[in-house]
């Protein structure tokens, strides 16, 4: 426990864990005393009592009449004003917004309050040389190329309404009207005009598609399936659906010939070869990128497990926080609000594993950054942004503004400090070429 004081404030703090501390406050009778005149000055200013001056009003009358309700309002006041004192005087660096746990103040008399606060651990990096990590290789195949291509070709195929008479099979594409019902009711969901479906794909129940082979334009048939027992919905769950299904009209995708001229309809491409080039190109940059990810993750664990760490819940529950908001914003617009709402519930409960591993290697790699004087120049700041603006196709400064202020510039200092710490450890690690990550 360590001690201090001075002519306002008495400190005490305690360590309670390497992430938390308590701060016990005393403030001086003299201080809580000038909290009172100040919050009574401030009401006879305020308020209107019948038969007083504004401004005039005796301190015994406001006290009569609101003296109970001003208590907290002084509370607050005398925290507000103490707290970073009695922070510096403890020497910690908060994290997060402390917890506050006080006895009602009263003129005349000290007032004690109880401050936990979430700290910073104190990071012991170990022998930082001869970390261990995987890098997968970094390898794309002709078959690979040459599947994508097709992928890229069936795409683009165009959709030709078959002649009449024709019957549908696997990988034809209709277009029907239906109506589900279960025990005879139709549910949510359940009905649709115009829908889409390709026979073969697996996209709707199971059963659906296959009991559409055979059937021709403008016949009507009724399909039998059943729900699936892990069902997204429980309510139809394991149960039997009929569809009654109308048969609007019957098409077939045409596929292009693989050749020059395929090549310059999907993108700017001189002839297929480039087109193909493009492809390895595209796949060689996700797989290196990949490739990356896995080479940090596999260094990370390997730090983290020379030097485990205690991570201030409040910095996970802000980078939880951080990646929910993300996802809402990427989700609103495209998902039902009751369908978003559900699935972040259940994200805020399955990504936090992921939120304390990022809490984590940000914590040791700023350590690191710390232990090697790292640093991140103006120079190099203003050319990430350069490179940022230009990527996007704007001015630097209307990058900038959208940030606010130096909000970006503050992001990429730590972001830029990360990776150079990054590549000292990967410089110091013992790197094994994989192919089974």
């Keep these: 426990m360590a001690s201090s004081e001075d002519s306002s404030i008495t400190v005490a703090s305690t360590e309670e864990s390497p ?254 070869e480039g087109l193909r080039q493009r492809i390895r190109d595209d796949l060689s940059e996700s797989r290196e990128q990949a490739a990356k990810a896995e080479l940090k993750r596999t260094l990370m664990d390997s730090l983290i497990e020379r030097a485990p760490l205690s991570v201030p819940p409040g910095l996970v529950d802000r980078e939880l926080s951080r990646q929910i908001h993300s996802a809402r914003h990427r989700l609103e617009g495209s998902v039902p609000d009751d369908a978003m709402q559900s699935q972040l519930a259940r994200w805020q409960q399955e990504w936090r594993p992921r939120a304390e591993r990022e809490v984590t290697e940000a914590l040791l790699l700023e350590a690191v950054v710390k232990s090697e004087g790292i640093e991140v120049s103006d120079e190099d700041i203003s050319a990430r942004i350069g490179e940022m603006a230009a990527q996007q196709g704007i001015d630097t400064g209307v990058l900038k503004k959208a940030y606010g202020d130096d909000g970006l510039e503050k992001a990429l200092r730590v972001q830029m400090a990360d990776e150079k710490a990054l590549e000292f450890l990967v410089s110091q690690a013992k790197i094994e070429d994989a192919t089974d990550t």
């Design 19 to 272: 992430v938390l501390h308590s701060l016990e406050v005393s403030v001086e009778a003299a201080h809580v005393t000038r909290a009172y005149e100040r919050a009574y000055q401030d009401l006879s200013k305020q308020v209107r009592i019948k038969g007083f001056r504004p401004g005039k009003v005796p301190r015994s009358v406001l006290e009569r009449m609101y003296g109970a309700s001003l208590v907290e309002q002084i509370e607050q006041t005398l925290v507000g004003e103490t707290l970073r004192d009695a922070v510096e005087k403890a020497g910690i660096e908060p994290v997060t917004e402390p917890t506050i746990d006080a006895r009602p103040p009263v003129a005349g008399e000290p007032f004690q309050y109880t401050a936990r606060i979430e700290v910073k651990p104190t990071v012991v990096l170990p022998e930082i040389s001869g970390l261990s990590a995987k890098k997968p290789a970094v390898n794309v195949e002709d078959e690979e190329v040459e599947s994508e291509l097709e992928n890229l070709r069936e795409r683009n195929a165009p959709e030709v309404e078959e002649p009449e008479g024709t019957l549908a099979a696997e990988g034809s594409l209709l277009f029907i009207d239906y109506v589900g019902r279960v025990d005879g009711e139709t549910f949510e969901g359940g009905s649709a005009q115009d829908a889409r479906v390709e026979v073969g794909s697996g996209r709707f129940i199971p059963g659906f598609e296959e009991q559409l082979v055979g059937a021709a334009a403008g016949e009507d048939r009724e399909l039998r399936v059943s729900f699936p027992e892990d069902y997204g919905n429980a309510e139809l769950a394991g149960k039997e659906a009929v569809f009654q299904v109308h048969v609007d009209t019957l098409k077939r995708k045409q596929m292009p010939d693989l050749d020059d001229e395929f090549a310059k309809d999907v993108g700017d491409f001189e002839n297929l």
